[in-house]
T-cell receptor, first 112, second 111 residues
Framework: SQTIHQWPATLVQPVGSPLSLECTVEGTSNPNLYWYRQAAGRGLQLLFYSVGIGQISSEVPQNLSASRPQDRQFILSSKKLLLSDSGFYLC???????????FGSGTRLTVV | GQQLNQSPQSMFIQEGEDVSMNCTSSSIFNTWLWYKQEPGEGPVLLIALYKAGELTSNGRLTAQFGITRKDSFLNISASIPSDVGIYFCAGLGGSNYKLTFGKGTLLTVNP
């Protein structure tokens, strides 16, 4: 069966510091991968998605970037964090573009 | 862009009661999904609906894909304390990858 791993679970970073969140999927090949952010208001916002190695689509202009160096690895990065980058970040995967995404356990990022 | 209106925003019920929540949109969706999220965790898929009019159950949960393809509801029967969490609807429209999420329904069950 497929599993998704996301780490770290929590992170406190100072403003201006870099960020790297990692997500890996096991048990499948060539998954569609997604990064979502969930603000305190509960809504989930799609940040990036990828259909293959090296392919990244950005949904929202922002201070963040994503990379997919390997088939089942998805990384969310920032060179300099802003206070507004705080939130709950969720990695997700699906077998196809129309398949329901399965979510990781999330990373709670607090920028101070 | 597409938007989903999910209601109610929150519910406080007694254990054993039935629950109903729904999502509506001005746009047509091809897929409706219902997720549950517990504190500090990622959402977990409860039910996926792929055809207009489809009615699907998962234990005490039942969801339907509206005939107009613009709405969906989720019912929970005989609620128990572990049903507590935030329930999200999500729709997938004509543009793949781009799930649209409702803002969630916070469910509290009093034992």
């Amino acid at each position: 069966s497929q599993t998704i791993h996301q780490w770290p679970a929590t992170l406190v970073q100072p403003v201006g510091s870099p960020l790297s969140l990692e997500c890996t999927v096991e048990g499948t090949s060539n998954p569609n991968l997604y990064w979502y952010r969930q603000a305190a208001g509960r809504g989930l916002q799609l940040l990036f998605y990828s259909v293959g190695i090296g392919q990244i689509s950005s949904e929202v202009p922002q201070n963040l970037s994503a990379s997919r160096p390997q088939d089942r690895q998805f990384i969310l990065s920032s060179k300099k964090l802003l206070l507004s980058d705080s939130g709950f970040y969720l990695c997700a995967w699906s077998l196809s573009p129309t398949g329901p995404p399965g979510f990781g356990s999330g990373t709670r990022l607090t920028v101070v | 862009g597409q938007q989903l209106n999910q209601s109610p925003q929150s519910m406080f019920i007694q254990e054993g009661e039935d629950v109903s929540m729904n999502c509506t949109s001005s746009s047509i969706f091809n897929t409706w999904l219902w997720y549950k999220q517990e504190p500090g965790e990622g959402p977990v898929l409860l039910i996926a609906l792929y055809k207009a009019g489809e009615l699907t159950s998962n234990g005490r949960l039942t969801a339907q894909f509206g005939i107009t393809r613009k709405d969906s509801f989720l019912n929970i029967s005989a609620s128990i304390p572990s049903d507590v969490g935030i329930y999200f609807c999500a729709g997938l429209g004509g543009s793949n990858y781009k799930l649209t999420f409702g803002k969630g329904t916070l469910l509290t069950v009093n034992p």
